[in-house]
């Protein structure tokens, strides 16, 4: 059974950072591209950033292009979201998924992710 399991969410001032961590178990992690997603009440879910399994190559929405990095380490099956000058436009839950299938690199469309967490709440105050 797949689990995928984030943290690092919180309460944080304009113009500071957090980093969100995602574990997955229950697959081979380093097989699998993973990407983040953020959601708000009432609006669908969107693509924020993803990594190619091996975390070379990597994909960001422009509204966080400069300011998130995303990275992985494939000995601990963890990824990471870096965020800095976070504004209160960022406030969201945000996901961490797995592809849906190893070896495979898909776009920041949700629809392209199999496996889910429960997301962690990011909310930025001004």
């Known amino acids: 059974q797949v689990q995928v399991v984030e943290s690092g969410g919180g309460l944080v001032q304009a113009g500071g950072s957090l980093r969100l961590s995602c574990t997955a178990s229950g697959l081979r992690f380093g097989d699998y591209a993973m990407g983040w997603f953020r959601q708000t009440p009432g609006k669908e879910r969107e693509g924020v950033s993803r990594i190619n399994n091996g975390g070379i190559f990597t994909r960001y929405a422009d509204f966080v292009k400069g300011r998130f990095t995303i990275s992985r380490d494939n000995a601990k099956n963890t990824l990471y979201l870096q965020m800095n000058n976070l504004t209160p436009e960022d406030t969201a839950m945000y996901y961490c998924?797995?592809?849906?299938?190893?070896?495979?690199?898909?776009?920041?469309?949700?629809?392209?992710?199999?496996?889910w967490g429960q997301g962690t709440q990011v909310t930025v105050s001004s």
């Open positions: 998924a797995a592809s849906g299938s190893p070896g495979v690199t898909p776009t920041l469309q949700p629809t392209e992710y199999k496996y």
